[in-house]
């Protein structure tokens, strides 16, 4: 499951800019991933093993295209956030069938996928927040969103800075599930 995790890891960082490029992104991975599994599940049980990777890589494929020429024709802005990364999203299609990813219980994966689309749209505003002082700046038809100071840091937008945010997010939520984890030490002379 490493693997899927690090593509997804891809997704996170790459489109997390602004929170236009985290919402197109969220709606077109979910987009893509339930057309994926509706259209691959009567031909799971039909298909062996390398056909099945062919047919999920040609589907996921088509998929994924026709969600990016749909971006660009009626969301350009959004399109624009999140650019090359569409194509990533028939990528991962294919490694989450090939880990068992639709097998698993509706529940079990929408809860999955929630939890991806929150920490996207976390990340994406925290991120946006931090690197340019505004909130919304690509979800509103004058650009302008909600300036809450003048300039921001301008390393939160950069990938690197995106690392040290979910970094920062990941060491909240360890502090936030573990209260009393330091051990209490005896000083002994």
């Known amino acids: 499951m490493s693997l899927t995790n690090?593509?997804?890891?891809?997704?996170?960082?790459?489109?997390?800019?602004s929170l236009a490029g985290a919402l197109g992104t969220m709606l077109m991975f979910v987009a893509v991933v339930g057309i994926y599994a509706l259209g691959m599940s009567p031909l799971r049980s039909r298909l062996t093993d390398g056909s099945a990777l062919l047919a999920g890589v040609l589907l996921a494929a088509t998929l994924a295209s026709c969600a990016d020429l749909l971006a660009q024709r009626w969301f350009l802005?959004?399109?624009?956030?999140f650019g090359l990364y569409g194509g990533l999203i028939a990528l991962q299609c294919v490694?989450?069938?090939?880990?068992?990813?639709f097998r698993q219980p509706l529940a079990q994966r929408f809860k999955l996928c929630a939890l991806f689309g929150g920490l996207m749209l976390v990340l994406a505003a925290?991120?946006?927040?931090?690197?340019q002082g505004s909130l919304g700046r690509g979800l509103s038809a004058h650009g302008s969103g909600l300036v809450l100071f003048g300039e921001g840091l301008h390393?939160?937008?950069?990938?690197?800075?995106?690392?040290?945010?979910?970094?920062?997010?990941?060491?909240?939520?360890?502090?936030?599930?573990?209260?009393?984890?330091?051990?209490?030490?005896?000083?002994?002379?």
């Open 6 to 17: 690090s593509l997804m890891l891809v997704l996170l960082l790459g489109t997390t800019v």
């Open 77 to 81: 802005a959004w399109h624009q956030s």
């Open 95 to 101: 490694v989450l069938e090939r880990n068992g990813f």
């Open 126 to 131: 925290l991120r946006e927040l931090i690197g």
């Open 155 to 189: 390393l939160a937008t950069l990938v690197p800075g995106a690392f040290i945010v979910l970094g920062l997010l990941l060491a909240a939520r360890q502090g936030w599930t573990r209260p009393n984890s330091i051990s209490k030490e005896t000083h002994r002379p």
